[in-house]
């Protein structure tokens, strides 16, 4: 029988392929399989888009094994659960055929990814690579040359509004609001009420070509849309 391949799990940074690490970008240059996610069949996966130029360079490049697996944006657990699983088979069929898996992920994978739930599954079974990527919020930081957090400033990163938001806002000094795409007027009213002295600026498709700094939240928001709050209290 053959020996079991190993799963890499890459992050690919947030969007420009010179953020790749060396790391990546060697990996990618030599797996014979590749997982690139998507969130819909009529979309093009992001991450695929990121890494693309590594992968053309390579000179098997049309051997190569792109999988594509779907991943939709929805909230019900059940219904994640079983795609999380059926992800999680497709990649130990590879991985049980002696072929090493790349399962590429937006960012770094250790910050709200996919790839951390079909991880999960694959854990003890098989043997597991992680390579960090950077992620989405520093890189947004660096779009406006700015530090994210100074000498005792606790950060507090934030994907969805709940009942939490107002004891948060207070002991925060740096706040990155993800997935900013879903954050609703409501998140806004309660962040701008706050008296502290603030400094707020979104970022959408960070390190991207399209890339856009704008100055408080952004009224359209695509998914590629971060929020940061710098509380000036002195
Ligand atoms: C599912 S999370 C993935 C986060 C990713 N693992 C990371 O480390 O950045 C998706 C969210 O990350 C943020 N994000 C990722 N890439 C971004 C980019 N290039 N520009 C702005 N925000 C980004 C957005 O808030 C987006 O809704």
Same mark, same amino acid.
């Given at each position: 029988?053959?020996?079991?391949?190993?799963? =890499?799990?890459?992050?690919?940074?947030?969007?420009?392929?010179?953020?790749?690490?060396?790391?990546?970008?060697?990996?990618?240059?030599?797996?014979?399989?590749?997982?690139?996610?998507?969130?819909?069949?009529?979309?093009? @996966?992001?991450?695929?888009?990121?890494?693309?130029?590594?992968?053309?360079? $390579?000179?098997?490049?049309? %051997?190569?094994? #792109?999988?594509?697996?779907?991943?939709?944006?929805?909230?019900?657990?059940?219904?994640?659960?079983?795609?999380?699983?059926?992800?999680?088979?497709?990649?130990?069929?590879? #991985?049980?055929?002696? $072929?090493?898996?790349?399962?590429?992920?937006?960012?770094?994978? @250790?910050?709200?990814?996919? =790839?951390? =739930?079909?991880?999960?599954?694959?854990?003890?079974? =098989?043997?597991?690579?992680?390579?960090?990527?950077?992620?989405?919020?520093?890189?947004?930081?660096?779009? %406006?040359?700015?530090?994210?957090?100074?000498?005792?400033?606790?950060?507090?990163?934030?994907?969805?509004?709940?009942? $939490? #938001?107002?004891?948060?806002?207070?002991?925060?000094?740096?706040?990155?609001?993800?997935?900013? @795409?879903?954050?609703?007027?409501?998140?806004?009213?309660?962040?701008?009420?706050?008296?502290?002295?603030?400094?707020?600026?979104?970022?959408?498709?960070?390190? $991207?070509?399209?890339?856009?700094?704008?100055?408080?939240?952004?009224?359209?928001?695509?998914?590629?849309?971060?929020?940061?709050?710098?509380?000036?209290?002195?």
């Amino acid at each position: 029988m053959a020996e079991k391949g190993k799963l =890499y799990g890459i992050g690919v940074g947030p969007g420009d392929t010179e953020l790749l690490t060396l790391k990546a970008a060697r990996i990618l240059k030599t797996v014979p399989v590749v997982f690139t996610p998507k969130s819909a069949k009529e979309k093009e @996966s992001i991450a695929l888009s990121i890494v693309r130029p590594v992968l053309e360079e $390579r000179k098997d490049y049309k %051997r190569l094994m #792109l999988v594509t697996p779907i991943f939709p944006m929805i909230e019900d657990k059940e219904e994640l659960e079983k795609i999380w699983t059926s992800a999680s088979e497709m990649i130990a069929q590879y #991985l049980d055929s002696g $072929r090493d898996v790349a399962f590429i992920t937006l960012g770094d994978p @250790s910050v709200f990814s996919t =790839y951390s =739930y079909l991880q999960k599954k694959l854990k003890g079974k =098989y043997e597991i690579e992680t390579v960090p990527g950077i992620t989405s919020f520093t890189a947004c930081a660096a779009a %406006r040359n700015e530090a994210l957090v100074e000498q005792n400033d606790v950060l507090t990163v934030v994907p969805k509004i709940d009942d $939490r #938001l107002e004891q948060i806002l207070e002991y925060s000094d740096s706040v990155v609001l993800m997935k900013a @795409s879903r954050n609703t007027s409501q998140l806004e009213q309660i962040i701008e009420e706050k008296e502290r002295p603030k400094d707020i600026y979104s970022v959408q498709n960070c390190t $991207r070509e399209n890339e856009k700094v704008i100055e408080g939240f952004s009224n359209e928001k695509p998914y590629l849309t971060t929020t940061i709050i710098k509380f000036k209290d002195d």
